[in-house]
């Protein structure tokens, strides 16, 4: 691979401090298209950092922040190319009922009605979540909510999507469900990056990388 266009996500040289705390060090990060992969590392290493960083959530007024970065072929990230999943999901819903959380991302791209609806409930069947679709957003368990979000994320049309620990409250079956999933946007030449506390299905990632003293080790 020769040049940047040919990089969902080039990150060369990265430095990162905040608060005076330095994060990353010289940290490079490419990612291909039509792959997924993981970022791991212990709580307070930098994962969240890093997907943020990639979203564009910093300002150089901000933040100590230098080094080349490049999503997309935009070095300010387009955010309507990407769609992202935060790790408190509960910050993330918006309605009290779970069929308009799932439909508002497919509303706001002007799909038809008829569509939508096809749409939710075929995710909602997939992640076998559709008997949630009625319930209030505010009863769910943090597992239910975590699958909703995912769901909602997912449902977007995007080329890149970025999940901050999108299986940490799901039980074996729904992570099995979610990774099935996954495989399938892959399928279709989409591209995922994952930030994960422990990687426990290595073989479902094109590639596994550790932060480590600031920089990405690749598994």
């Not at 401090?17 to 970022?39: H, N, P, Q, T």
């Not at 935009?74 to 509960?90: C, G, N, R």
């Amino acid at each position: 691979m020769g040049n940047m266009e040919e990089f969902v996500i080039d990150i060369k040289n990265l430095n990162f401090s905040y608060d005076g705390d330095l994060v990353f060090s010289e940290l490079d990060f490419k990612v291909e298209k039509a792959k997924i992969y993981a970022v791991t590392g212990e709580s307070g290493l930098g994962k969240t950092t890093l997907l943020k960083i990639i979203n564009g959530y910093f300002t150089s007024e901000e933040v100590e922040l230098s080094g080349y970065i490049n999503v997309l072929g935009d070095e300010i990230p387009d955010l309507t190319k990407i769609a992202s999943m935060y790790q408190d999901v509960s910050l993330q819903i918006i309605f009290d009922n779970v069929f308009r959380e799932l439909a508002f991302g497919l509303e706001n791209q002007n799909a038809d009605c008829d569509k939508v609806e096809e749409k939710v409930r075929a995710i909602a069947s997939r992640l076998e979540i559709d008997n949630l679709l009625s319930q209030d957003t505010n009863r769910l368990s943090y597992g239910e909510k975590q699958l909703v979000v995912v769901a909602a994320t997912l449902l977007l049309e995007r080329d890149l999507y970025i999940l901050d620990e999108p299986f940490s409250a799901l039980a074996k079956d729904k992570k099995n469900l979610l990774i099935s999933e996954l495989k399938a946007k892959r399928e279709h030449g989409k591209t995922i990056v994952v930030a994960l506390h422990e990687v426990q299905n290595m073989d479902f990632f094109d590639k596994v990388y550790k932060i480590r003293d600031g920089k990405l080790i690749e598994y």
